[in-house]
């Protein structure tokens, strides 16, 4: 079993910052691929950065050049650093973990956090 545990959410102004962190624990070391979504109260569910291996990164259009995604082996922690927020980033946030293929899609991730939530104001 693999336990995710994201923190970091909060409200901040358009144009701000924030950085969301993802603590894994349990059985990870086959889980290379690691990623976030997000979902907006009556929209579904967006997949918003992923990362293989510790290295290898894609973004969503909607926040590429914006959020970097990265990962701390020894800490067993992923990180969501989100820059520029808009109001539409408003949503909650979710870390999942899987063994690949390492996509967007939600489907292809086995473990999901509980999520944290961003809120953005104009």
């Known amino acids: 079993q693999v336990q995710l545990v994201e923190s970091g959410g909060g409200s901040v102004q358009a144009g701000g910052s924030l950085r969301l962190s993802c603590a894994a624990s349990?059985?990870?070391?086959?889980?290379?691929?690691m990623g976030w979504f997000r979902q907006a109260p009556g929209k579904e569910r967006e997949g918003v950065a992923r990362?293989?291996?510790?290295?290898?990164?894609y973004y969503a259009d909607s926040v590429n050049g914006r959020f970097t995604i990265s990962q701390d082996n020894a800490k067993n922690t992923v990180y969501l650093q989100m820059n520029s927020l808009k109001p539409e980033d408003t949503a909650m946030y979710y870390c999942?973990?899987?063994?690949?293929?390492?996509?967007?899609?939600?489907?292809?991730?086995?473990?999901w956090g509980q999520g944290t939530q961003v809120t953005v104001s104009s």
């Open positions: 999942a973990a899987g063994s690949g293929p390492c996509t967007l899609s939600g489907g292809m991730y086995t473990y």
């Open positions: 349990g059985h990870i070391y086959n889980k290379k691929c």
């Open positions: 990362i293989w291996s510790g290295a290898s990164t």
